[in-house]
Nanobody, 124 residues
Framework: QVQLVESGGGLVQAGDSLRLSCAAS????????MGWFRQAPGKEREAVGA????????NYADSVKGRFTISRDNAKNTAYLQMNSLKPEDTAVYYC?????????????????WGQGTQVTVSS
C-alpha cells in the first residue's frame, strides 16, 4: 500500500533552519505532485507548498515564500521541505501528501495520500 513517512521535525529556535523529508513507497512517485501542509493547534490545516512531478514547478503559500523551499529526488522517492528563518508561527505538525494532479495544487482535497505528520516547534 501507499506510505508517506515524514521525518526531520524537532524543536528549534527562531531563525534556525530545518529540513523535512517525505519518503514515499507503494506508488509511482515520479507521477505525483507532492505537497506539504501544516496544522497548528486550534487552527485549520493550511497548504505550505507543492512541487510538480518533474520538480520544475513549485508553488508556495505567501506566508512561507522566500523562506521555504520544496524539492524532490525521484530516484530516491523522496520529497523535501527546506525551512529557513523559522518563526514561532511556523510551529505546527507538517504533513506531506501526494496528488495525481498535474498542476502544483494547494488544495488539500486533491491529495489522495497523506503522511502521519512530523512536529515542528519553533521557540522565540
Amino acid at each position: 500500500q501507499v506510505q508517506l513517512v515524514e521525518s526531520g521535525g524537532g524543536l528549534v529556535q527562531a531563525g534556525d533552519s530545518l529540513r523535512l523529508s517525505c519518503a514515499a513507497s507503494g506508488l509511482t512517485f515520479s507521477s505525483y505532485t507532492m505537497g506539504w501542509f501544516r496544522q497548528a493547534p486550534g487552527k485549520e490545516r493550511e497548504a505550505v507548498g507543492a512541487i510538480s512531478w518533474t520538480g520544475v514547478n513549485t508553488n508556495y503559500a505567501d506566508s512561507v515564500k522566500g523562506r521555504f523551499t520544496i524539492s524532490r529526488d525521484n530516484a530516491k522517492n523522496t520529497a523535501y521541505l527546506q525551512m529557513n528563518s523559522l518563526k514561532p508561527e511556523d510551529t505546527a505538525v507538517y504533513y506531506c501528501a501526494a496528488s495525481r494532479e498535474i498542476a502544483t495544487t494547494m488544495r488539500g482535497y486533491e491529495y489522495a495520500y497523506w503522511g502521519q505528520g512530523t512536529q515542528v516547534t519553533v521557540s522565540s
